[in-house]
C-alpha cells in the first residue's frame, strides 16, 4: 500500500445483517377457552381471542448494511471514524384497533415497510500529550438519521375478516329469555 502522509493507521469495513421476528403466540389462529361457570352441569366455551387472528400473518423481517472506515493520523494523534447505514423492515406485526361491536379489539395484520438510512461522523484527537504521560482528549460527533414510511398495510381492515354478528330489531313487545331467545306478550 502507498505511504499517505500522516496515515498511521486505515481500516474499511463493511457488514449486512438479516434478522426475524414474530409475534405473540396464538395469534395466528382462534382459541378456546372453559368459562368459570356451567350450565346444568355442563362446561360452557368460549373464544379465547381479544384480537382477529391472521392465518396468513408473516413474522418481521429487518435487513441491513453498513459501511465505514476509521482512519488515524499522526501517529493516532487524529482520529476519524466515518459510517453510513441503511436499514430496512417489512411486515411488522402490529394489532390495529377495530370497533368492539365485532366482538374484538384489535385484528392482528402485518404492516409495511420502514426505511432508516443515516451517517455517522467522528472526529477526535489528542492536542496535548507530556511525556509524564498526561493526555488530554476531545471528540466531536455528528449523526443523521432519516426513517421513513415507505408503505402501510394493504387496506383498511374490512369487515369480511371479522366475525359477524347479527342483530335483529322487532317492534313488538318482548321477554329476553336467552341469546337469540324472546318470547312474545300479546
Given at each position: 500500500?502507498?505511504?499517505?502522509?500522516?496515515?498511521?493507521?486505515?481500516?474499511?469495513?463493511?457488514?449486512?445483517?438479516?434478522?426475524?421476528?414474530?409475534?405473540?403466540?396464538?395469534?395466528?389462529?382462534?382459541?378456546?377457552?372453559?368459562?368459570?361457570?356451567?350450565?346444568?352441569?355442563?362446561?360452557?366455551?368460549?373464544?379465547?381471542?381479544?384480537?382477529?387472528?391472521?392465518?396468513?400473518?408473516?413474522?418481521?423481517?429487518?435487513?441491513?448494511w453498513e459501511v465505514g472506515t476509521e482512519l488515524h493520523f499522526f501517529?493516532?494523534?487524529?482520529?476519524?471514524?466515518?459510517?453510513?447505514?441503511?436499514?430496512?423492515?417489512?411486515?411488522?406485526?402490529?394489532?390495529?384497533?377495530?370497533?368492539?361491536?365485532?366482538?374484538?379489539?384489535?385484528?392482528?395484520?402485518?404492516?409495511?415497510?420502514?426505511?432508516?438510512?443515516?451517517?455517522?461522523?467522528?472526529?477526535?484527537?489528542?492536542?496535548?500529550?507530556?511525556?509524564?504521560?498526561?493526555?488530554?482528549?476531545a471528540a466531536v460527533n455528528f449523526t443523521r438519521n432519516v426513517n421513513?414510511?415507505?408503505?402501510?398495510?394493504?387496506?383498511?381492515?374490512?369487515?369480511?375478516?371479522?366475525?359477524?354478528?347479527?342483530?335483529?330489531?322487532?317492534?313488538?313487545?318482548?321477554?329476553?329469555?336467552?341469546?337469540?331467545?324472546?318470547?312474545?306478550?300479546?
Open positions: 500500500m502507498p505511504d499517505v502522509a500522516g496515515l498511521s493507521f486505515g481500516k474499511v469495513r463493511a457488514s449486512w445483517a438479516g434478522v426475524g421476528g414474530d409475534g405473540e403466540p396464538y395469534k395466528l389462529n382462534l382459541n378456546y377457552g372453559l368459562q368459570d361457570f356451567t350450565h346444568l352441569g355442563k362446561p360452557l366455551g368460549q373464544i379465547a381471542n381479544n384480537e382477529i387472528p391472521n392465518a396468513n400473518l408473516k413474522p418481521t423481517a429487518t435487513s441491513s501517529e493516532g494523534r487524529l482520529r476519524v471514524d466515518a459510517a453510513y447505514y441503511d436499514s430496512r423492515t417489512k411486515n411488522q406485526i402490529l394489532k390495529l384497533k377495530i370497533p368492539r361491536t365485532g366482538g374484538y379489539d384489535a385484528a392482528v395484520i402485518n404492516s409495511g415497510e420502514i426505511t432508516n438510512k443515516g451517517i455517522e461522523l467522528s472526529l477526535s484527537g489528542t492536542p496535548v500529550q507530556t511525556s509524564s504521560g498526561w493526555r488530554w482528549d421513513k414510511v415507505v408503505s402501510l398495510h394493504e387496506s383498511p381492515y374490512g369487515l369480511t375478516h371479522r366475525r359477524q354478528c347479527l342483530a335483529r330489531c322487532h317492534l313488538c313487545h318482548c321477554k329476553w329469555i336467552a341469546p337469540n331467545y324472546f318470547r312474545q306478550y300479546s
